[in-house]
């Protein structure tokens, strides 16, 4: 069963996009410009991206009108992989933007998890 984002929010000024799940977040992990937060199952609860527009690539204006967006979430033994699914308000397509990350979340059976925003 897929977990809702209930906090998505872009800083339009400093360039930053954010989304949580809202669970209580343990420790967050930087990784470049993206800060991933952990929650106390050792889940992904949030991520954090800077510099959004380079790092997603896309424009500003177009990611302040974002209709739904979906992270999965694949861990595996020694690594994370993530992927968030953005559906825009003005031109109704998607983009799926791959962030593979590796870390290690001390999980020892590879799983996924899908958090949704609609």
Do not use: Q, W
């Amino acid at each position: 069963m897929a977990k809702e984002i209930k906090t998505i929010d872009y800083d339009f000024e400093n360039d930053i996009f954010f989304i949580s799940n809202g669970e209580k977040v343990k420790a967050s992990i930087d990784i470049g410009d993206f800060v991933l937060d952990v929650d106390y199952k050792n889940l992904i609860c949030g991520i954090e991206i800077m510099d959004a527009t380079e790092n997603l690539g896309i424009d500003k204006k177009i990611l302040k009108n974002i209709r739904s967006i979906k992270m999965s979430v694949n861990y595996k033994t020694n690594h994370v992989y993530v992927l968030l699914i953005m559906i825009f308000e003005k031109e109704g397509k998607e983009v799926n933007i791959p962030i593979p990350l590796t870390l290690d979340l001390g999980h020892k059976v590879p799983r996924k998890e899908m958090l949704v925003y609609n």
